[in-house]
């Protein structure tokens, strides 16, 4: 419902105004709460919405918008890029080193039944799905709950070996830690404790050992250094070499998330 303060309009369609050679639909706030600040966000469902002071003048907001478009690209991209990975298709695999999973359509089952096959020795389930699971609209739904079980059960088989691993590091660079657990959260990847208690996401299985090594350095840089100080970054290259450059590659979600392999051999 709108309010008195606030007021929405597009700016822009995609078959309309272009912007430097493409295209984008902007939802443009005005509220009278905002006073000299405007902030552009990409919201999950695919959307732009920038949220402008409620007198903010048109020519402003074209340049605004005109100035961030590399941005904007850059923001639909991996949203485009997301979208691939969540693409399961019948036959497809996701395949860990702790665990794999299977996915298979079973055209005897009515939407939304699904059966499970579980090989406990190889560490291994093939989830059978009806049909309607493969639609388009039921994507998302569908990779979020197979990465939720998938994930349960890599934290179930694979955390004790991430926890040796950072126990193995911090004797490695002779850190002294409390206690080392494994949580799984949707986006923090590891933090470090007042008393040197470490938490690593159990998301971290999804990712490369490169990346868990330097997420656990990371942490255990922290029993030195509690901020982000140059210090700190110092000492963290020190201990992991080139530990800026992977730290921007922590942006891309798609690391410690699920990714699916289809048929025909190509990641998704």
Not at 69 to 87: G, S, T
């Amino acid at each position: 419902m709108m309010t008195e303060t606030q007021k929405r309009s597009d700016l822009m369609s995609e078959n309309g105004t272009a912007l430097s050679g493409d295209a984008f639909h902007v939802e443009v706030v005005r509220s009278a709460r905002r006073r000299t600040t405007a902030s552009l966000k990409f919201t999950p469902q695919g959307a732009f919405v920038l949220s402008v002071p409620a007198d903010c003048p048109e020519s402003f907001i074209r340049q605004f918008i005109e100035a961030r478009r590399d941005w904007m690209q850059k923001a639909r991209a991996r949203e485009r890029a997301l979208q691939r990975v969540r693409a399961i298709t019948p036959g497809s695999t996701a395949t860990y080193e702790h665990y794999a999973l299977h996915v298979e359509q079973d055209m005897h089952l009515v939407y939304p039944q699904y059966r499970v096959s579980r090989a406990k020795a190889e560490r291994a389930s093939t989830f059978w799905l009806a049909p309607q699971f493969f639609e388009a609209g039921n994507s998302l739904k569908l990779h979020t709950q197979l990465e939720k079980y998938l994930l349960a059960q890599l934290v179930r088989h694979g955390s004790a070996d991430l926890i040796e691993r950072a126990h193995e590091l911090a004797r490695q660079h002779r850190i002294k830690v409390k206690e080392i657990f494994v949580r799984v959260q949707k986006s923090r990847l590891g933090y470090c404790t007042h008393d040197d208690r470490i938490m690593l996401n159990g998301r971290l299985l999804f990712a490369s050992n490169e990346i868990r090594d330097y997420v656990i350095c990371h942490e255990l840089a922290h029993t030195r250094h509690r901020n982000h100080s140059p210090a700190f970054w110092h000492y963290l290259e020190e201990i992991f070499p080139g530990a800026r450059k992977i730290d921007k590659r922590l942006r891309d979600t798609r690391i410690y998330s699920m990714q699916v392999q289809n048929p025909q051999g190509a990641t998704c």
